[in-house]
Structures are given as structure tokens and as C-alpha cells.
């Protein structure tokens, strides 16, 4: 403990600091400038607000420096990319057509399916015309009137007295 009569112990700095420390100081300012400055200059070519235009060969050069520099560990390669079509239609739309198609009988079951679907392939496409033709049977089976069926007096639970009544009533 010190006082006021006795001096306090005078202060060592080569104990606080390591030695190259002071080259350290200095270079991490610098890397960390080269840093921004890459990051800065990546982001304005690529998005266009330089003349220079983002080539594949100007992207691999940033990529090249970055690796290089920083010691990142990435390897530019060109990526294999698959573009689907532009813009497809609001299905809303492709449905509405379809119906009026149908409608009109403008078109088969297997072109409404198709452009319903573009995606599936022909299997996909038969498998699916198919369950539609088995539902549509399906449905004209059970809506199919039997034998008995018929409006107004001919139907079921008219007797043929009833008939014959009503044709001699109306001269028939």
C-alpha cells in the first residue's frame, strides 16, 4: 500500500505488452481496411454500379483474391443451374380455360390434363386420364335412370289405369 511520503512503484510497459506486438497494432488496421476494401468493391461490380461488367472471369477474380488474401478455402467453379419457364400462368386462369375448353368440347381429356400439368410426363399424364374416365363412368352409373323411372304420370307408383285415365281425358 502507498501514501502520500512513499512513491508508488514505477510502471513497466514491457510487461504489459509482448514484443512484436506494436507490428501487430499496425497490421491488423490494414487487414482489416483490405477487408472492406474487397467486400466494397465485390458489392458495387456485381451489382452493377461500376462499368465493369460482372463476367464469370471478374466473379472468379474476386473469388481468387478473397482465397488468396484471406486464406478462405474457397475454389471458384462455374455451378451447373437449370432455368425453369419464364412465368407460368395463375392457375385460376389455366382452370377457367379449361373449363371452357371442356365445355366447348374444344379439347380432349388428356390436352386439358397436359395443360393443367405441364410438368408430368406421359405416365403421369395417361395414370391421370384414366382416373378420370373411371370417375365419369363411375357417375354416369349412378345417375343413370332405371327402367321404371319418369316424370309425372309414367313415373313410379303410377298405375296403368291411372294412365289410361289420363289419356282418355285429353283424347289420347
Known amino acids: 500500500m502507498t501514501s502520500a511520503d512513499t512513491p508508488a512503484s514505477s ?8 514484443r512484436g506486438w506494436t507490428l501487430r497494432r499496425l497490421l491488423a488496421p490494414f487487414a482489416i481496411g483490405l477487408a ?13 454500379l461500376t462499368p465493369i461488367e460482372p463476367t464469370h472471369r471478374v466473379v472468379v477474380t474476386f ?19 437449370e432455368w425453369g ?3 407460368s ?7 377457367q380455360t379449361s373449363q371452357l375448353l371442356r365445355a366447348a368440347e374444344a379439347a380432349s381429356t388428356e390436352t386439358l390434363v397436359r395443360m393443367n400439368h405441364p ?13 378420370i374416365r373411371d370417375d365419369q363412368q363411375a357417375a354416369t352409373a349412378m345417375s343413370v335412370p332405371g327402367p321404371d323411372a319418369g316424370m309425372g304420370l309414367t313415373g313410379p307408383g303410377t298405375s296403368n289405369g291411372q294412365l289410361q285415365e289420363a289419356n282418355g281425358a285429353y283424347g289420347g
Open 11 to 18: 510502471y513497466d510497459s514491457s510487461f504489459a505488452e509482448p
Open 89 to 95: 400462368e395463375d392457375p385460376t386462369t389455366v382452370a
Open 119 to 131: 410438368d408430368w410426363d406421359d405416365d403421369q399424364v395417361t395414370e391421370e386420364v384414366a382416373k
Open 85 to 87: 419457364d419464364g412465368v
Open 36 to 48: 472492406l476494401l474487397s467486400a466494397f468493391l465485390t458489392f458495387v461490380v456485381l451489382t452493377g
Open 63 to 81: 473469388l481468387m483474391i478473397d482465397a488468396s488474401v484471406f486464406r478462405s478455402g474457397v475454389e471458384p467453379e462455374k455451378p451447373d443451374l
